[in-house]
Nanobody, 119 residues
């Protein structure tokens, strides 16, 4: 399973931005996909996750900020919709997938995309 985050860039405070996580490979091995971020000098933190099966809800609110995570099962893409961005949201955002047979957390990781929010 391979994941690639994209859609980052430089925005201003108050702007919105949608990141995409494109998934390739044996997607039937996945049970959920999550978003994470790492701000400069900080630990990586969990933003939220969405179930991968067709029976799971297609979107979920994140645990960090006014963000929404949604998935397009047909396109193998998971989105992170970020609204009202603030400078403290500046970070490298990455996505990860949890394999069905791996109960301890996320075990497939993709390269991140940089989001920079200016005041």
């Amino acid at each position: 399973v391979q994941l690639q985050a994209s859609g980052g860039g430089m925005v201003q405070a108050g702007d919105s931005l949608t990141l995409s996580c494109t998934i390739a490979g044996q997607t039937d091995r996945i049970t959920r996909v999550g978003w994470f971020r790492r701000a400069p000098g900080a630990e990586r933190e969990f933003i939220g996750a969405v179930g991968w099966s067709e029976s799971s809800p297609r979107s979920t609110d994140s645990v960090k900020g006014p963000f929404t995570i949604s998935r397009d099962y047909a396109k193998n893409v998971v989105y992170l919709q970020m609204n009202n961005l603030k400078p403290e949201h500046t970070a490298v955002y990455s996505c990860a997938a949890q394999e069905i047979t791996y109960p301890r957390g996320f075990n497939f990781w993709g390269r991140g995309t940089q989001v920079t929010v200016s005041s």
